[in-house]
């Protein structure tokens, strides 16, 4: 069981940049890493993504602002957030999946199931961001 938590939500102001954190408690070979948001009312919606072959992807309306990364070494996994908007308000979730065959791994590549909820398998107690106008 892969143990998830977050840390540097915050308030800012429109413009303004905030780092998640989410630290994980194993490193896990072969997987799916990702952010996660919901503002209230909402869905949740997935904002970026990360695959274990560093490959990326990002809801369209952060795409260029929002940066996802991760440090396999520290087992920490990061989001970068910048130029940010009263619309990014929400709370944001790390979400982790299992370690994955190279058959699943090519079938959520192929098909952009890194953005389902359902993909995910692990997740992070959440934390706060809310950007003013």
């Known amino acids: 069981q892969v143990q998830l938590v977050e840390s540097g939500g915050g308030s800012v102001q429109a413009g303004g940049s905030l780092r998640l954190s989410c630290s994980a408690s194993?490193?896990?070979?072969?997987?799916?890493m990702a952010w996660f948001r919901q503002a209230p009312e909402k869905e949740r919606e997935g904002v970026a993504h990360i695959g274990s072959d560093g490959t990326t992807s990002y809801l369209a309306s952060v795409k260029g602002r929002f940066t996802i990364s991760q440090d396999n070494a520290k087992k920490i996994l990061y989001l970068q957030m910048d130029s940010l908007k009263p619309e990014d308000t929400g709370t944001y979730y790390c979400?982790?999946?299992?370690?994955?065959?190279?058959?699943?791994?090519?079938?959520?590549?192929?098909?952009?199931?890194?953005?389902?909820?359902?993909?995910?398998?692990?997740w992070g107690q959440g934390t706060q961001v809310t950007v003013s106008s």
């Open positions: 979400a982790a999946t299992p370690t994955l065959s190279l058959e699943r791994m090519t079938a959520i590549q192929a098909f952009g199931l890194m953005r389902d909820v359902g993909t995910y398998e692990y």
């Open positions: 194993e490193y896990t070979y072969n997987n799916y």
